[in-house]
């Protein structure tokens, strides 16, 4: 298995998080089926919808971009996943 399979099917929450092209990063707080919740640097909760977005997540191993209509589901349904596709 690969790193960045490990990286999808790992926790994100706590983790920074960017949102290319919309220009919000922060650490994300809660995540839903269609959402991340990121707490800024200006300690303001933006809610960033999955569907459509491009998104650069931050691990110890490097930057991972991820496209957010890959992880359109539940994360509990997410981190049960043996092979991504």
Not at 19 to 37: C, H, R, V, W, Y
Not at 60 to 66: C, P
Not at 70 to 83: V, Y
């Amino acid at each position: 298995m690969n790193k960045n399979t490990d990286i999808l099917r790992g926790e994100f929450i706590g983790r920074q998080i960017s949102a290319i092209g919309k220009g919000i990063e922060g650490k994300i707080i809660d995540e839903t089926k269609n959402s991340f919740l990121v707490k800024t640097k200006n300690n303001l909760k933006k809610r960033l919808l999955k569907q459509n977005l491009t998104f650069e997540l931050k691990s110890q191993s490097g930057n991972v971009t991820i496209e957010g209509n890959s992880i359109l589901m539940k994360p509990e349904d997410r981190i049960k996943i043996k092979q991504w596709k």
